[in-house]
């Protein structure tokens, strides 16, 4: 069944066709050419909307970052904002939240100017401004509004410098913010139309601008596409056979699905869509539900949450306006769960066209509006698990290449020393080895064996290269003290793991028995090797002291010796994916489980953040304690980093020969 099919019943979709005929029956369609002089106009009227109806079934909610655990978060972009304002007094957020009685989740601000990145007179950046840090001390997101360039020449490496110097800048801020490059692409004005060239221009500019942003660092910008929502419709000239749309209502040639960048550089899915009648001759009035049905149905299965970046209405007959506000507000909460953040465009004579989208043009609109910002389901912002907007920790986050949020790290401003990194090896399967960061290369694992493991030396200058025949490879200041002889092992008995003790003076060995094996200093504190498993053990890990281990099985069960403790387990209980790994917190006291599906179990350590629910490109294969949280890796090389120590990069984008088996952390 299509999307569209189960938004709406079938009353519900004759209702919604034959008020489309009508609404047709009153003036030309969206973006059409006006009447020709003499011609006769029609006065559009307006029509409610059908009645919403709650999909069905309910769809699943998208995660990602930024994203509230219920409900829609609630923004603005609205009048005076710099550089009409100057100070935080005279922004015109201040006199809606006033009136609200409440903050805002959301400030929109606008940058038309490509090269606004780049220092202005006195040295001065205008992007950012002092408008996105007042905003975040404040606990509003800020939604930085970036425009475009001619797309051909961005790809051609013109803007470079603005674009590393947005990264830096950005990043300098220190918390998550949506990042809106070149909204409405799709646009019909030449202002957009002639510098995004062809949607496969876009798409490469896009893609080039993101991946700068990955090499410069930055980690803290959630990506948001953004078209025109009447260009999701059928272009003119074509007829949509899904009953819930109109026909020949795009404006641009293409439609806006060409446009789209493709699901792993992008975080959110948006649409600007407004009611233009009756001041754009040739218009008809159409609902909220009419501007953004057909993104809605394109964009819910790439299963990514979905922003109204502007929308507006403007006044018709007395109290049409509001109508269609509280119309709004019905269809936001009913119909569109996976919408779940919006923002009204709050301006007198946008663009000097003389249209008033302003809230308070009656009082009555005024007062719809403030019913929203009212509603508790635009009262969701403590759900974040975001710092410093919601109640939770810091913001997750993969690097780039990987679809998944991302771990704001602030970026040192220019021409100040930057802090050491922080570092990280992969091994991938084939036993080469990929640092990132401080971590630095030693060497690689033997050919024509897999590779399974990598546990650093205390110093951080070596490792040891555990290989599926029990060998170990030594590296770097790493000392050898022995292999695993292959031959003691059980029939079906395979090598899973290596912890070293903290002198890094001996290892252990595991097998996926449960199997103990010492080296060196290290001491057994007992295994599981005689117990009958329900899943194999893939991990294990030291304790601090050197006195005891963990071992974790791929059903989630825990096994701990001498000093560690025990502080639970999801042996016994059904999961969505095979456990890969275990990770003690930083006092030793809990740890995390993670699953192949990048699901993560806490027990008696904080939540920090997960992928569970997201698609992801390859499995999660493993989980490394990193700063005050931990990172995982995927076996595409894809980092998902949920702390607040800097990310040092990926191979997200560049899969390796053979997929990635480990990951471990410098320090």
């Known amino acids: 069944m299509s999307i569209a099919a189960r938004l709406c019943s079938p009353a519900r979709r004759r209702l919604l066709v034959g008020a489309l005929a009508a609404l047709a029956l009153g003036g030309s369609l969206a973006g059409v050419a006006p009447p020709s002089a003499g011609a006769a106009t029609t006065r559009p009227v307006y029509l409610d909307p059908p009645a919403p109806t709650p999909p069905d079934p309910v769809l699943p909610r998208p995660t990602g970052r930024l994203v509230p655990t219920h409900g829609s978060l609630f923004g603005i972009h609205t009048v005076p904002d710099s550089p009409t304002a100057k100070t935080a007094a005279d922004m015109g957020i201040t006199t809606r939240e006033a009136d609200a009685g409440r903050t805002l989740d ?52 013109k803007y470079d410098a603005a674009i590393d110097a947005a990264a830096i800048r950005l990043g300098a801020l220190g918390a998550p913010f949506f990042l809106r490059w070149f909204w409405e692409p799709d646009g019909t004005r030449p202002s957009k139309a002639g510098l995004s060239r062809t949607p496969d221009d876009y798409v490469k ?5 993101h991946d700068r942003f990955a090499k410069a660092g930055n980690t803290n910008a959630v990506w948001v596409w953004c078209p025109v929502s009447l260009d999701f419709y059928p272009p003119s000239g074509q007829t949509s056979t899904d009953p819930t749309l109109a026909p020949n209502h795009a404006i641009n040639q293409w439609g806006a699905q060409p446009y789209y960048p493709g699901d792993d550089v992008v975080d959110w899915m948006c649409a600007d869509g407004y009611n233009w009648a009756p001041n754009k001759p040739g218009t008809r009035y159409e609902s909220f539900q009419e501007l953004f049905q057909a993104f809605y149905n394109w964009s819910v299965p790439h299963n990514k949450p979905l922003m109204v970046g502007e929308t507006g209405v403007q006044e018709l007959q007395p109290g049409d306006k509001a109508k269609w506000l509280n119309a709004m507000h019905v ?111 030693a060497g690689d694992g033997p050919a024509g064996v ?40 059980a029939a079906g008995e395979q090598v899973t793991s290596l912890s070293a003790t903290p002198a890094g003076k001996g290892y252990w060995i595991f097998t996926s028995r449960g199997r103990a094996v010492a080296f060196g200093d290290a001491t057994i504190f007992g295994d599981v090797s005689a117990l009958k498993l329900n899943g194999p053990v893939l991990d294990s890990v030291a304790t601090p002291t050197g006195k005891g281990y963990y ?80 990172l995982m890796v995927g076996e595409d090389g894809g980092i998902f980093n949920f702390s607040s120590s800097p990310f040092a990069g990926s191979l997200g984008g560049h899969p390796p020969a053979r997929p990635i088996a480990a990951v471990a952390a410098r320090g």
């Open 106 to 157: 959301i400030d929109n601000h606008y940058y038309s100017n490509f090269d606004d990145a780049l220092p202005a007179s006195g040295g001065k950046p205008t992007l950012p401004g002092w408008r996105e840090t007042w905003d975040i001390q404040n606990g509003r997101i800020p939604l930085v509004s970036w425009g475009g360039a001619d797309v051909i020449q961005i790809v051609n490496g």
């Open 205 to 209: 500019a896009w893609r080039y601008i």
């Open 331 to 441: 269809s936001l909460t009913q119909h569109y769960p996976n919408i779940v953040a919006f923002l009204y465009f709050d301006t007198q004579n946008a663009n000097g066209l003389a249209n008033e989208w302003w809230l308070e043009s009656d009082p009555q609109s005024y007062q719809a509006w403030k019913d929203m910002a009212a509603d508790p389901y635009f009262n969701v912002k403590a759900t974040l698990a975001e710092a410093p907007y919601g109640a939770g920790g810091p913001a997750p986050g993969p690097g780039p290449g990987s679809p998944g949020p991302s771990t704001p790290g602030p970026s040192p401003a220019p021409g100040t020393p930057a802090a050491p990194p922080g570092g990280y090896w992969m091994l991938g399967a084939d036993g080469k080895v990929y640092p990132f960061g401080a971590a630095k290369a």
């Open 450 to 489: 897999p590779a399974v493991d990598l546990e650093p030396t205390p110093s951080g200058q070596g490792y040891w290269i555990l290989s599926s025949d029990g060998r170990v490879t030594a590296a770097g200041d790493a000392a050898s003290f022995g292999s695993l002889d292959q031959k003691k092992l």
């Open 551 to 630: 071992m974790v099985a791929s059903d989630g069960g825990i096994f701990a010796f001498g000093d560690a403790r025990f502080a639970g387990s999801m042996g016994g209980k059904r999961l969505n994916a095979a456990v890969q790994s275990l990770v003690p917190d930083a006092d030793g006291r809990g740890y995390w489980l993670v699953a192949s599906d990048g699901g993560i179990f806490a027990f008696d350590a904080p939540f920090k953040g997960s992928m569970g629910g997201r698609p992801l490109a390859k499995p999660v294969t493993g989980m490394v304690r990193y700063g005050d949280g931990y």
